[in-house]
């Protein structure tokens, strides 16, 4: 089996469509490796993992397996990137206090300027090219810059939730608006690469 074959089966046996983003990243990977390891990193997840593994988790994979030595170890240079953690994508929280089209706290999405974020389609705006800074400068450790704003964004939905039930806060009705379905896919890739759902 070709790598795109190996990668498409690994997908299919946990029952995922991958989007062509996110499918690239994984096969960038494969790629790196080679037919020979790939096999073996494609039967390993087969046979041992319960849930699909993030990018993260695929690397720890290939760590642990010893697929790759030191010298490659400049492979997975990219997946260190701050900003998007090596997904190629950062989120951007909107308001819905400021943002008429959505009714809670949601993420927007724009590609990075690492390598990751280089392969994002061009349809994707750039992080930086529109924006000058960082939406929050702070830091926290242990945190990539993608998982404080989800963890940002969490806090302002409960926070938001409170006040709707204080009533302080006016309820809109359900528009329909920014939260498409592509929208909503990069965001559950998001959510599961940053963490959230694990
Ligand atoms: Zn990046």
């Known amino acids: ?23 690239n990243e994984y096969l960038k990977i494969f790629d790196q490796l ?17 849930k699909f593994p993030t990018i993260k988790q695929i690397w720890g994979i290939i760590k642990s ?11 997975e240079s990219y997946e260190d990137c701050y ?30 300027k690492c390598s990751a974020g280089r392969d994002v389609p061009n349809s994707i705006r750039r992080y930086f090219d529109t924006f000058q800074d960082l939406q929050f400068t702070e830091t926290l450790e242990g945190f990539n810059y993608a998982q404080l704003v989800t963890k940002k964004q969490r806090e302002y939905c409960n926070k938001l939730n409170k006040e ?29 690469i940053t963490g959230r759902n694990s």
Do not use: W
């Open 1 to 23: 089996m070709s790598n795109e074959e190996l990668l498409t089966t690994m997908f299919a046996v946990h029952g995922k469509r991958p989007m062509d983003a996110q499918f």
């Open 34 to 50: 080679g037919n020979d390891k790939s096999k073996k990193l494609f039967k390993h997840v087969r046979d041992n993992e319960d």
């Open 65 to 75: 397996m010893s697929l790759i030595q030191n010298k490659q170890a400049q492979l």
């Open 83 to 112: 900003y998007c953690g090596g997904v190629g994508y950062i989120p951007y929280l909107l308001s819905p206090k400021r943002d008429e089209r959505i009714i809670n706290y949601t993420t927007e999405v724009y590609a990075c």
């Open 164 to 192: 709707k039930e204080d009533g302080r806060v006016k309820q809109r009705g359900d528009k329909r608006g920014i939260n498409t379905l592509a929208e909503n896919n990069l965001r559950e890739t998001l959510e599961k």
